[in-house]
């Protein structure tokens, strides 16, 4: 499996923002996640969806404000980010990893593939 994350940039709070992570070798099993990281502190889970049937998952910090979607002619997984706030500020990931179920989604160590990272700022 392999990823590339794109479409990160600065905005200011309350904008909106779409990442894509274009992936090869997707499988109905592999779950492609989202992570984001800021200097000093853990790459923490964003948000998380199952190739295969669509199942979601998403941090109690983004729900109700991120949604992960999915293109499965172009391979792709979007991260639409909405009203973001500056705390969202990081460099996010996407990652892949198979056989995930809803207890287990959010666990970064669990996730074998990563792409590059791309940059979100959200200024104040």
């Known amino acids: 499996v392999q990823l590339q994350a794109s479409g990160g940039g600065l905005v200011q709070a309350g904008d909106s923002l779409r990442l894509s992570c274009v992936a090869s070798?997707?499988?109905?099993?592999?779950?492609v996640g989202w992570f984001r990281q800021t200097p000093g502190l853990e790459r923490e889970f964003v948000g998380g969806r199952r190739w295969g049937d669509g199942s979601t998952y998403y941090a109690d910090s983004v729900k109700g404000r991120f949604t992960i979607s999915r293109d499965k002619a172009k391979n792709t997984v979007y991260l639409q980010m909405n009203s973001l706030k500056p705390q969202d500020t990081g460099v996010y990931y996407c990652a892949a990893a198979f056989g995930l179920i809803a207890s287990t989604a959010r666990d970064r160590a669990r996730y074998t593939y990563w792409g590059q990272g791309t940059q979100v700022t959200v200024s104040s």
């Open positions: 070798g997707l499988t109905s099993s592999v779950t």
